[in-house]
C-alpha cells in the first residue's frame, strides 16, 4: 500500500511540473485543437474557445480534475460527483485528517493530496496544473475522500467502506425534467432528488422538480461529462445509479 502511494505521490508531481495542461472533459488525450473543438461542441459552456485554443498543438497532455484525479490513483475514469459519492470515507477538511493518497473534494472539482500533504490538481484552464500547500488551498474544498479502489482505501487503517443506504424511491419510467410552473411531482421524482444528495448536492427531497433540482442535475451532468440538458433519462439516471 505504502508503495502505491508512492508512486501515485511521484505520479501527481510529475504531471503538475510538466507536460499536461487543463482541459475541461480530456482524461489525457493529446491537446489538439481537434481535441479542443470536440469537447467545446459536448460541453459549450464549460469551455472558453479563444483560451482553451492557447495551449493547443504545443505537444502538451490535456486532462481535467477528475481525470487527473483518477489517473494519479489508477482507477477508471469517474466524474467528481460520482467520485465523492462512492467514497469510502468522507472526513471534514482539517490536517489532522489528511493523508497522502486521498482525494480533496468540494461541488464540481476534486484534487488530490500527496507527499507532504500537498494539494495538486488540474485546477482551470487559466491556471492549468497546480502545486499548493494544504493550509493554502484547502479551505477551497468541503471534504477529503478516500477514493474507492485506491490505495489508501485497501488500506487497514482506512476503514470499511459504509453500506449505500438504497434508495426509497422509484425508478423513473419517464423523462424527469424541469418544466416550469406547475413543476414535475412524485416520487420518481423523489429518486433523482435522493440520488443527486447522494452525489453531494445540497437539494431539497421534496417531490418537486424546481429550479433548484434542475441546478444540481445539470451539475451531475456536467461532472459526469455527459449531456448537460437538465434531463434526467435513460444515461443519467445510469450515472447516478453508479454513484
Known sequence: MANAITTSNQL????????????????????TAALVNQLRILYPNNINLSEALKDADKGYKA???????CTVLGIPHMGSAQLRSTAVERLP???ANAKPGMAIWRSGHIAYIGDGLKIYEAASTKTDMKISAFENR???????????DSALATSTTAGKAPEKE?????????????????????DDVRWVQWELRESGYDIEIDGKFGPASDKALRAFQASCKIAVDGKCGP???KNLIVS
Open 12 to 31: 501527481a508531481n510529475d504531471m503538475c511540473s510538466s507536460g499536461y495542461r487543463y482541459l475541461y472533459g480530456a482524461k489525457g488525450q493529446a491537446y
Open 63 to 69: 486532462i481535467d480534475c477528475s481525470g487527473f484525479v
Open 93 to 95: 477538511i482539517s490536517k
Open 138 to 148: 484547502a479551505g477551497a474544498f468541503t471534504e477529503l475522500l478516500v477514493i474507492k
Open 166 to 186: 438504497k434508495n426509497p424511491y422509484p425508478i423513473p419510467a419517464r423523462t424527469i425534467k424541469y418544466v416550469g410552473v406547475p413543476v414535475m411531482t412524485g
Open 235 to 237: 444515461d443519467t439516471r
